[in-house]
């Protein structure tokens, strides 16, 4: 390991196969394991390999509903550096559901836009977000990773349900009918097992999980070779740039805020340059002299790593299934990566605990028909601003350049990304976000989540979009844990108890035409009813596809 003046350390990452500078931090750590060599084998009801933001956010999901989880994460503590540097309004909303997002908001900064420019410093595109977004917070979030994820394992390490053993490499995995086994090695060389009910493998692209499965990648081919430099800032640098593109033909830049007093710098690098020469803290230096002084920050992290665009075939395979990077992996353009692999845990983490109450493990082979469409979106998506962005002929570069600034001249706005529904699966017609703002109560004022729960929920425009719902089917469905949630919004006659403060229900029933949306626990809706009849209708598709009357003996009909 060489170790240079002023105590920076480069240091080989077998997880992402990566060579990182770092500058030595203070590191959080837990309470030592509870499993010891001479304890008993524990079980649980999920062990979920790998601690990440996915596997974080996978276990904390399932510790909010009381499961037993034991999570087994090979290093020794929280990797405590930036990778991730974004996430979206999507993501707070499950934050929300923690009851972390307000404790995140000091590691994070809203960003307004996004802006492209050429070699030269002409604006190529400025994209602007929402605030608030569909989701009810800000559209775009930058952050500083290791404090998301110190939040993420003080609440872990708060839930009693939830063990995280540290150190804990995953090196078998048995299955049968009844559950799984885990095989953990440590550093001293000894071992324990695990047993579960299902297994989730969050360990990421080089993961044990995935090779076990057999799963093989789908490359789209995008691989690019790129230089990422992290700075702690000593003070406030005006006119840095927060989120930028430059697309220069002969070297494309990042420039990204990574949260409050952290920036990062990213550079695409060409053949033939060696990762001793790009690591040296004086290269680094002089590809950011023309933004940053040595004076006004300090260099904490350097890595070379290419940027890939990689989807398995094989998301899940009996009791074990893939989620984050293990799954799947995408150029940083949209900034969707950790995004994408919270969505999988959200999208696991409601189905995982039916099924442990009883539904039908069927409900589980819903889960890569949903996310696999939505991650191949974005990562096409991803994919193609790459290429725009980073055309190296200087030609094709500058007809670019001159159609993105004719667009601007013409006020031709950039048209926003709109990220598609789930389809297929356990999605009726429609998959989309249900949207979220404030709304009122006699309980008080809040966002609607906060107020109406996050199980499934009838959204409903006025009462009288309930008329037509059998009573045993509405006690089914209050037996599977579901509520509703009245608006008057289409009828004064009837009091309600929503009031819609923001006017975001208002806006949706009247963009769908529809009077009420069947909601699932992730918020995303399982269908939508244009008359009392098809939300009857809708409520006993969910139950019989859910197979409730077998589960709890209810009659829908």
């Known amino acids: 390991m060489y170790v240079p003046p002023g105590g920076t350390r480069i240091v080989h990452s077998q997880w992402c196969n990566r060579f990182d500078i770092v500058q030595p931090r203070p590191l959080s750590s837990r309470s030592p394991e509870k499993v010891t060599k001479e304890s008993p084998m524990p079980s649980a009801d999920v062990i979920v390999v790998g601690y990440g933001p996915t596997g974080m956010t996978l276990a904390a999901l399932l510790g909010l509903q009381g499961r037993r989880v034991v999570v087994l994460e090979r ?29 995140l908001l000091p590691g994070t900064n809203v960003q307004a836009g996004y802006v492209w420019t050429n070699g030269g410093g002409e604006v190529l595109l400025d994209i602007e977000y929402d605030n608030p977004g569909r989701n ?32 804990a490499a995953v090196t078998a995995i048995t299955e049968d009918a009844e559950g799984v086994i885990a095989t953990a090695h440590r550093a001293d060389g000894s071992s324990f097992e695990v047993a579960s009910r299902f297994l989730v493998g969050a360990d990421g692209g080089n993961g044990f999980v995935r090779t076990h499965l057999g799963s093989s990648w789908d490359d789209y081919g995008f691989s690019e070779n790129w230089l990422v430099c992290d700075f702690a800032l000593r003070h406030e640098v005006r006119g840095l740039p927060t989120f930028q593109q430059v697309c220069n033909p002969h070297g494309p830049i990042a420039i990204v805020n990574i949260g409050p007093g952290h920036h990062r710098f990213s550079f695409r690098l060409e053949s033939g340059q060696t990762r001793e020469e790009v690591t040296d803290p004086a290269y680094v230096w002089s590809k950011v002299a023309a933004f940053l002084r040595r004076e006004q920050a300090d260099l904490i992290r350097v890595a070379n790593y290419t940027f890939s665009s990689l989807i398995v075939d094989r998301w899940r395979r009996g009791r074990i299934a893939l989620a984050g990077d293990a799954a799947h992996q995408m150029p940083p353009f949209l ?11 959200r999208n696991l983490a409601w189905k995982l605990g039916m099924v442990l109450d009883g539904a039908p493990d069927d409900l589980l082979d819903t889960y890569q028909p949903e996310r696999e469409p939505h991650v191949r979106f974005i990562t096409e998506r991803a994919v193609e601003l790459g290429r725009v962005q980073t055309e190296r002929d200087v030609e094709r570069a500058a007809a670019r350049d001159a159609r993105m600034i004719a667009a601007r001249r013409a006020n031709a706005k950039p048209d926003k990304l709109i990220y598609p529904g789930l389809t297929g699966g356990m999605i009726d017609n429609h998959g989309a976000l249900l949207p979220q703002g404030l709304v009122s109560t006699a309980r008080g004022t809040a966002l609607f989540d906060d ?6 929920l009838i959204v409903a425009s006025e009462q009288a979009a309930l008329a037509a719902v059998h ?36 806006r949706f029933f009247r963009q769908t035409g529809a009077i009420a949306a069947l909601v699932r626990p992730d918020s995303y809706i399982y269908g939508l009813a ?15 596809t859910l197979d409730i009357e077998d589960w709890n003996g209810v009659q829908t009909r």
Do not use: C
């Not at 900034?335 to 845990?345: E, F, L, N, P, Y």
């Open 75 to 103: 290093y020794d503590e929280l990797y405590n550096l930036p990778r991730a540097a974004a996430f979206d309004d999507e993501t707070m909303r499950t934050f929300q559901k923690l009851g972390i997002a307000e404790k």
């Open 136 to 167: 009810g917070w800000p559209a775009q979030y930058m952050m500083y990773q290791p404090h998301l994820e110190s939040t993420l394992d003080e609440l872990i390490s708060s839930m009693p349900s939830v063990e995280v053993i540290h150190g």
């Open 335 to 345: 900034a969707q990566g950790m995004v994408s692999g919270i969505r999988d845990a």
């Open 451 to 456: 107020l109406a729960g996050t199980g499934w």
């Open 471 to 506: 009573p045993e089917a509405l006690d089914a469905f209050h037996r599977l844990g579901g509520n509703e949630a009245v608006f008057a919004i289409t009828s004064m006659f009837a009091p309600a108890e929503y009031s819609d403060t923001a006017g975001s229900f208002t």
């Open 530 to 544: 244009h008359s009392p009849q098809e939300l009857a209708d809708l409520v006993e598709s969910a139950l019989t």
